[in-house]
């Protein structure tokens, strides 16, 4: 599949924003198989028995952004950052839900020798990311903002730049810094 140009979708995202649901209708096939593919991404690192899928945390970004009637679409890297952060709230937002079930609710029992193998899980890990990041936010917003394009918008460099409004080679700069900053608190979590 080609993907469409950068112009079509904007000029499709503009329409849709200022009330033209046949641009909406034209949008989605569009963006949808993009977005597909950065949720599978995310969902690749999940746990074999993660009850939300692929297709649903797709479909659940895709309402949230239906219901988003008072965005001003500006581009298509600003429809991926929107995207981007709300994969990450629902992501996070399902992680809390499961770590506040109730004790030993649909937890696999093991024995201690086993327990070394299964301590790292992967909800865990996004609850830690997802702290360490708006802790990032609080110290330097930009990068906080150019890890959460990356990493849960997968956008490119040059896309995170655009939506920015800086330079790849400033995106570049702050992705750097960024990674070594949340590697050094996740280690220090750890």
Not at 13 to 18: C, E, M
Not at 165 to 174: H, I, M, P, Q, Y
């Amino acid at each position: 599949m080609t993907l469409p140009s950068t112009h079509e979708v904007t000029q499709l995202l503009k329409a849709w924003g200022a009330g033209d649901e046949q641009a909406l209708e034209k949008l989605s096939p569009l963006v949808y198989e993009q977005l597909h593919r950065v949720a599978q991404r995310y969902m690749a690192g999940e746990r074999s028995d993660h009850t939300l899928q692929t297709t649903a945390l797709v479909n659940e970004v895709y309402l949230r952004l239906v219901d988003c009637e008072q965005i001003r679409w500006q581009d298509r890297a600003h429809f991926f950052a929107v995207s981007a952060r709300l994969m990450r709230r629902i992501l996070v937002d399902f992680a809390r839900s499961r770590g506040y079930q109730k004790r030993g609710a649909g937890i696999a029992h093991i024995s201690l020798d086993e327990a070394p193998s299964v301590c790292n899980e992967p909800d865990a890990n996004l609850l830690a990311l997802d702290e360490a990041l708006k802790a990032l936010g609080r110290i330097d917003e930009r990068k906080s903002r150019v890890v959460e394009l990356r990493f849960f918008g997968g956008l490119s460099m040059e896309e995170t730049a655009e939506v920015l409004g800086v330079s790849s080679d400033t995106v570049l700069r702050e992705w750097r810094l960024a990674r070594a900053w949340l590697l050094r608190e996740l280690s220090e979590e750890n």
